[in-house]
């Protein structure tokens, strides 16, 4: 079955720490890899998304992802956190033949402390 | 653009009454997804569309819920009767299938059955 999978349930860094939140997915087609944000309150909001060509792809707000094929993964990192990085990170992957139907992981809610 | 509008933003209803929500997508998308975040069961694709026709209805719970796309710009999700493990925040999201690949979700609407 598809699924995807997120390593951390909750993180915990102090501003200036580093991020990586990791996701791995099942399958080994084609797919299109996505990670959304959601701040306390609000609706999900897309960070960045991998559709092919170089493997690490950069979005907003400072943060990248790498996709390794051979792992079945779509890391996601920032080198420095601030205290409204705070949220809920979602990685979402779309296997082929979705009609843009996407797979979420549980999601990993990062808190960031001053 | 005004992006996916739900309504309304706030529900809260005695159990066994019929809740309806709604949805309009972004003008010119073609899929159209309703979600259900919990706690307990994080986010959850309940149904969706593309073209206005229903492609997958799995994650619907059970015959309570049902949901319409009348047309290429209005949506709803129904619930009847309500009862008060329904509550949960449901977000609807569109995207442009065969263009793009990522989803736009709307604000959402929290339930809260009584």
């Known amino acids: 079955a598809q699924s995807v999978s997120q390593h951390n349930h909750h993180v915990i860094l102090s501003e200036a720490a580093s991020l990586e939140l990791g996701c791995n997915y099942s399958y080994g087609g084609t797919v299109n890899l996505f990670w959304y944000v959601q701040y306390p309150g609000q609706h999900l909001q897309l960070l960045l998304k991998?559709?092919?060509?170089?493997?690490l792809v950069k979005g907003i707000k400072g943060f990248e992802a790498e996709f390794i094929k051979s792992k079945f993964s779509f890391n996601l990192r920032k080198p420095s956190v601030q205290w409204s990085d705070t949220a809920e990170y979602f990685c979402?992957?779309?296997?082929?033949?979705?009609?843009?139907?996407?797979?979420f992981g549980a999601g990993t809610r990062l808190a960031v402390h001053p | 653009d005004a992006g996916v509008i739900q309504s309304p933003r706030h529900e809260v209803t005695e159990m066994g009454q019929e809740v309806t929500l709604r949805c309009k997508p972004i003008?010119?998308?073609?899929?159209l997804f309703w979600y259900r975040q919990t706690m307990m069961r994080g986010l959850e694709l309940l149904i969706y569309f593309n073209n206005n026709v229903p492609i997958d209805d799995s994650g619907m719970p059970e015959d309570r819920f049902s949901a319409k796309m009348p047309n290429a710009s209005f949506s709803t999700l129904k619930i009847q009767p309500s009862e008060p493990r329904d509550s949960a925040v449901y977000f609807c999201a569109s995207s442009l299938f065969g263009q793009s690949y990522e989803q736009y979700f709307g604000p959402g609407t929290r339930l809260t059955v009584t």
């Open positions: 979402a992957v779309e296997f082929s033949g979705g009609y843009n139907k996407l797979i």
């Open positions: 003008s010119g998308h073609n899929s």
């Open positions: 991998y559709f092919s060509g170089d493997p």
